[in-house]
């Protein structure tokens, strides 16, 4: 599977300057997609926002550099690429309410969990492009990962420009919707699982004496470091992680600590369980 860089690069990316995108729903997960097209190359008065009240539309388009729609019809007016990031209970009576407006050659992206293709293709006038995208919320900060997956009317066009508009997400990959659970798990739903180790670990730092500003930048610098050296290295973790563990030592000690605590079979607990629940919404 192809990088975002890779497939959308220099030479074949096509011009987002003149592109039209509408956003519904322009909140916890909808915001940070705005911020990567807005990064990626969408300009801001060409990116739409419909929120649940003009008001919120305001906020948020103030908040992100986009520009406010005062409905759901003025947003989608035009729409090269209509993206809807309200909750899956949502998504099929919002296609139901906008499909009939929507221009033929519109690609949707849809960013809700739970919502398959085949659904959301039957909810819309035969033909219509439909995709998916499973970002994280670091994809805000240029840091996160996105999972793509193709409807069956996507042209080869269409699926060059998505992987376009999230170019500068971070990292984004072509998976299937059965990949998709298991995509929730290791990237999804992660973030939260990194920010309630940071957190236990930052805690513990503080108990131990460092002062709480100290022990934030430390714990985070150093999450950040291994994550940069093993994707720059290409090391794998076992290796790196061996790398410092002298024999007796203090970094032994507390790697015997995590596995008598289970932190590892936690870890795994807790990607199986955002696994299953996904695969769960799909069923229901």
């Known amino acids: 599977m192809q990088t975002s860089t890779e497939s959308a690069s220099q030479n074949d990316a096509p011009d987002l300057s003149a592109l039209h995108v509408a ?11 705005v911020k990567t097209f807005l990064r990626s190359g969408v300009p801001g008065e060409q990116l739409r926002i ?22 759901r019809a003025e947003a989608i007016e035009d729409a090269d690429v209509v993206v809807l990031g309200v909750k899956p209970y949502q998504i099929l009576d919002l296609l ?8 033929e050659d519109a690609l949707i992206i849809s960013l809700a969990a739970g919502i398959t293709l085949a659904q959301m293709e ?13 970002p994280n919320t670091p994809i805000s900060v240029g840091e996160g990962a996105v999972g793509l997956m193709r409807g069956s009317a996507v042209d080869d066009d269409a699926h060059v420009l998505a992987h376009a508009l999230f170019a500068t997400a971070g990292v984004a990959r072509d998976i299937t919707e059965d990949q ?17 180790i940071i957190e236990a670990m930052t ?3 503080v108990r131990q004496g460092l002062k709480r500003d100290l022990a934030t930048a ?19 973790p076992a290796v790196a992680k061996n790398g410092v563990s002298s024999p007796g030592g203090t970094t032994v000690q507390g790697l015997a600590a995590l596995e008598r605590e289970g932190v590892r079979a936690g870890v795994a607990a807790a990607m199986a369980a955002a696994h299953d629940a996904s695969r769960a919404m799909t069923k229901n």
């Open 180 to 196: 998709v659970h298991a995509f929730i798990g290791a990237a999804g739903s992660m973030p939260a699982f990194v920010f309630a």
């Open 122 to 134: 039957e909810a819309l006038p035969e033909g219509r492009a439909v995709m998916r995208a499973m």
């Open 203 to 205: 805690d513990e730092a």
């Open 23 to 33: 956003v519904i729903g322009a909140g916890n997960m909808g915001g940070p997609v």
């Open 218 to 236: 430390l714990v985070q610098q150093t999450v950040r470091g291994g994550a940069t050296m093993l994707m720059e290295s290409g090391v794998h």
């Open 50 to 71: 419909a929120n649940s009240s003009p008001e919120s539309s305001r906020r948020a388009a103030e908040e992100l550099g986009a520009t406010a729609a005062e409905s």
């Open 96 to 103: 139901a309410e906008i499909g009939g407006d929507l221009r």
